[in-house]
């Protein structure tokens, strides 16, 4: 199993503040697998992901390494850049009703990507996009295509961020809560796209604070609180038997109906 | 109690003529009895935000009606100020609900100096009181919004709500948004609260969860109309529309 991501020792310190946020790091990723940061505000999930992306901030001084195939992400030169970032490590955003441009129809968007990065004729493009919305689990694709923005649902945006990412053929994404701006059907709908993207061969990184959402990806989840890793383990493990304290308080407050409704 | 009988609001589609209109809330009849905790379960788009802004008198009803212990809320000539205190409403977006410019303290206590008549001495001691309710550290007093956290801007807007003691107090997504174990400790808040001042809640959300965990009586909205109405005691089996078997089934490990 090769190692698709390697975090070694990563600390992200508040420069301002001389703040630790995240301490000293570490997991793996190997290829075509995927991994859940579960985490609540704070919990240094979303740094870590910056700090993967590259987008970390000057506020911000991180050190340790962040090994992508070999490179190190945090000493990349810039030319290097341009050939990671968009096409091997992709992203999708949390909130997908501003990911758009409202003026423009959604085939034209997606048109614009593969135009830019490939030499398909349009005749292939077209195509190419249809397949990736049904990859990425919307039906009726061509009216989707035909739709501006607004017409659509969180739900429906989310799935087409993913569709745009299926078509990088990227071989790392990262979804730093990609289901919080949704309802709760659309975020079932959202997640089971990632596992489809999992399942075709694309290693995912998934942030969230839901629980019920790691649970419904179920990968391998690492609990993060204060900057640490607390608990590291099978969604399902984690789920029927969790260890740390504050996994346990975390699936609770995930699922207020199953754990009766106590007196206050 | 309130009582709503045939609710609707219908907004005109651009440029189709008079012909088009799109019923947001379509026909909705709905009691409120005093003290007991409600919720609404919707998807977006099923007009429950609508429903809140109907029943607090923000926007006018085209059609139907609403009493308040038989007396009509719908607003026709003047504004009825009384409205206000009695019902109050907390919205999703505790940030922008606050005047960036005010402290905490001004916060809470607008309410109170718009609505009831009180002196500076009481008002202050009913603004250290509320903030002792909300769990909220006096040295908050001083800070304006941008300087709390999202669950701390949620209690003060809880905390201006129920400053003038309404009877109903009605949320829309009010805890959506936050991260699960802010929500949870608001919950739990607002569960003490209902039973210390045995106001009517009505708790809008599109998340079953939520209302199963706040609630005894669940509405179920689908398309501008209540889908079921469901007596809830920890049994979910009493729900029977298909629709509320749907919402159960997505928040089922």
Redesign the interface.
């Known amino acids: 199993m090769n190692k698709l991501l390697e975090i070694k020792d990563l600390s992200i310190t508040l420069k301002k503040e001389n703040w630790e946020v995240v301490k000293n790091l570490n997991f793996d990723l190997n290829a075509g697998s995927s991994l859940t940061l579960l985490g609540q505000s704070g919990s240094g999930k979303t740094l870590t992901c910056k700090s993967i992306l590259g987008v970390l901030g000057v506020q911000f001084s991180p050190s340790g390494e962040i090994l992508f195939e070999g490179h190190n992400l945090l000493n990349l030169p810039a030319k290097t850049r341009g050939s990671i970032y968009g096409s091997q490590i992709a992203m999708i955003a949390q909130n997908p009703m501003t990911a758009f441009d409202p003026s423009a129809k959604i085939g034209r968007q997606m048109d614009e990507t593969l135009r830019i990065h490939t030499k398909l004729s349009p005749a292939e493009r077209h195509s190419r996009c249809l397949q990736a919305l049904n990859e990425a689990g919307l039906t009726r694709e061509e009216t989707v295509m035909e739709s501006y923005p607004f017409m659509l649902s969180g739900g429906m945006l989310q799935r087409v961020m993913i569709a745009l990412a299926l078509m990088t053929d990227a071989k790392l994404i990262i979804a730093d809560e990609p289901t919080t701006a949704l309802d709760v059907e659309n975020r079932n709908a959202t997640v089971d796209a990632f596992v489809r993207l999992r399942e075709r061969g694309t290693a995912v990184l998934l942030v969230t604070h839901d629980f019920m959402v790691a649970a419904r990806f179920g990968s391998r989840v690492l609990v993060m609180k204060d900057g640490k890793i607390v608990e590291d383990d099978s969604a399902d493990n984690i789920l029927k038997n969790p260890k740390h304290p504050y996994t346990r308080e975390l699936l609770s407050a995930s699922r207020l109906s199953f754990y009766g409704r106590e007196e206050v | 109690m309130l009582e709503a009988k045939g609710l609707k609001k219908l907004y005109a589609l651009k440029g189709k003529g008079a012909q088009s209109q799109m019923p947001a809330v379509n026909g909705v009849d709905i009691t409120l009895q005093d003290g007991v905790s409600y919720a609404l379960v919707g998807?977006?788009g099923s007009g429950k935000s609508t429903l809140a802004k109907l029943l607090t008198g923000l926007i006018s009803p085209s059609e139907g009606d609403f009493f308040l212990d038989g007396k009509s809320l719908v607003p026709k000539n003047k504004v009825d100020k009384s409205l206000h205190s009695k019902i109050q409403l907390i919205l999703q977006d505790g940030k922008s609900a606050l005047d960036p410019h005010f402290t905490v303290y001004d916060s809470i206590a607008e309410p109170i100096r718009n609505l009831l008549s009180v002196s500076r001495l009481q008002e202050k001691e009913m603004v250290l009181e509320l903030m002792e309710r909300m769990e909220l550290p006096a040295a908050l007093l001083k800070r304006t919004s941008g300087e709390l956290?999202?669950g701390q801007q949620k209690r003060v807007c809880i905390a201006r709500a129920i400053s003038v003691s309404p009877r109903i107090l009605i949320f829309d997504e009010a805890v959506s948004?936050l991260?699960?174990?802010?929500?949870?400790s608001i919950?739990?808040l607002l569960?003490?609260l209902q039973?210390e001042q045995q106001c009517t809640y009505l708790f809008i959300t599109?998340?079953?969860?939520?209302a199963?965990?706040i609630a005894n009586h669940i509405f179920v909205m689908k398309d501008g109309r209540i889908a079921e109405c469901a007596v809830y005691d920890?049994d979910v089996t009493v729900f029977m529309h298909p629709y509320s078997k749907?919402?159960l089934e997505?928040?089922s490990?």
Do not use: A, F, N
């Open positions: 998807e977006s956290s999202g948004g991260d699960v174990i802010v929500r949870k919950l739990q569960k003490r039973q599109h998340d079953i969860d939520v199963l965990y920890g749907l919402l997505s928040i490990p």
